[in-house]
């Protein structure tokens, strides 16, 4: 079993950035892909980024590249999402979760561990 923690949420000004962690603890952190997600009010969640610890490959949604990084950082368990020139639009609870069988890296569906979700709210 894998716990995982985000942190590094917050408010900020549009245009600014943030930098969010997600701790993983309980398991063989290299053997899981590690995905980050977000929910707007009222929409779906929606995968963003993920990073397959095994070999560093990562993925991103078309609406976010070149706007987010994702890193890992596999001797402190931690994966980072860097999320820069933020917009309004970008306000969500940004949640990270960790599958071990992900073959469809933006489904929810494919993760087994979730974190309990860090709050992003960009002012315009």
């Known amino acids: 079993e894998v716990q995982l923690v985000e942190s590094g949420g917050g408010l900020v000004q549009a245009g600014g950035s943030l930098r969010l962690s997600c701790a993983a603890s309980g398991s063989t952190f290299d053997d899981y892909a590690i995905g980050w997600f977000r929910q707007a009010p009222g929409k779906e969640r929606e995968g963003v980024s993920c990073?397959?610890?095994?070999?560093?490959?990562?993925y991103y949604a078309d609406s976010v590249k070149g706007q987010f990084t994702i890193s890992s950082d596999n001797a402190k368990n931690t994966v980072y999402l860097q999320v820069n020139s933020l917009k309004p639009e970008d306000t969500a609870v940004f949640y990270c979760a960790a599958g071990n069988r992900v073959l469809i890296w933006h489904d929810p569906d494919e993760y087994d561990y979730w974190g309990q979700g860090t709050q992003v709210t960009v002012s315009s």
């Open positions: 990073i397959r610890n095994v070999d560093n490959i990562t």
